[in-house]
């Protein structure tokens, strides 16, 4: 259909017809989408568009009636969110999900996997691997806070952090888990607008620098529309428009969808 992702663009995330229904509510009704890889892609649509349920289905969530869904060409349909995670989707929520009462480095140290604990009654070895685990936890933790500019912030309690600082350090919390494609559900969400673009040029840099991806859900779109590489527009369950951003938000059809809804 379409664009869809142009085809020099390698896919971190395809979905291939998805359906789903909530009793006799057709939520999601063959829902094709692309996420290219290195870009940020922006989804939209008034509420009640369909837009949540779609990530809820690509990130294991909710299991599709029909469809399927693939993440760097694995057929990901009906795993459990878990696995996705370990495959490098993560998802970050509308509210951030911080241990208040940790430092900033103690939350992104939190995320790391395979953390062998610390126990009284490890060997000496163990011992020994343990603090070898945690000092290059730490340096991982601190080089990622770097990338998202809070290194200075590495000592403060997370419940110090602005809600624009605290979504930044849930975007360091993912990549410490080893996400390379994160979708975010409304990052400019009760952030000022100063702010909300601070977030978006870390964002860039992620995707120019690092080569992440992106999938954004957001509402306020004339903040942050030109950092942006594609977007798709949903009304009742279908995506009824998709191409480069400006195309797409000046589209009579998207204009009417926000109106109507």
Do not use: C
């Not at 480095?105 to 163990?126: F, R, W």
């Amino acid at each position: 259909m379409g664009m869809r992702g142009r085809a020099e663009d390698r896919r971190v995330i395809e979905v291939r017809g998805v359906v789903k229904r909530f009793g006799g509510i057709v939520a999601l009704d063959g829902v094709d989408l692309v996420v290219p890889e290195g870009k940020v892609t922006l989804l939209i649509g008034p509420n009640g568009s369909g837009k949540t349920t779609l990530v809820n289905v690509i990130t294991g969530f909710i299991k599709p009636d029909a469809g399927r869904i693939y993440f760097r060409g694995t057929d990901i349909t009906g795993m459990t969110p878990h696995k996705i995670a370990k495959l490098g989707l993560a998802r970050t929520f509308q509210i951030p999900r911080p241990f208040l009462d940790l430092t900033v480095l103690e939350n992104v140290m939190t995320a790391v996997d395979g953390n062998p604990g610390e126990n009284p009654y490890l060997s000496p070895i163990a011992r020994w691997r343990w603090k070898l685990f945690e000092k290059r936890a730490a340096a991982r933790a601190f080089e990622i806070l770097r990338w998202v500019g809070l290194a200075h912030a590495w000592d403060k309690r997370a419940s110090e952090l602005s809600g624009g600082q605290l979504k930044l350090l849930e975007i360091a919390r993912a990549i410490m888990r080893g996400a390379d494609t994160i979708i975010m559900d409304e990052p400019a969400a009760g952030v000022n607008p100063r702010l909300v673009h601070e977030i978006f040029e870390r964002i860039r840099q992620l995707v120019e620098q690092r080569g992440m991806s992106f999938l954004i859900i957001e509402h306020r779109i004339g903040l942050i529309s030109h950092y942006v590489d594609y977007a798709y527009a949903m009304n009742l369950g279908k995506v009824i428009s998709w191409g480069e951003p400006d195309k797409v938000l000046s589209d009579p059809q998207v204009l009417e969808s926000y109106l109507g809804g």
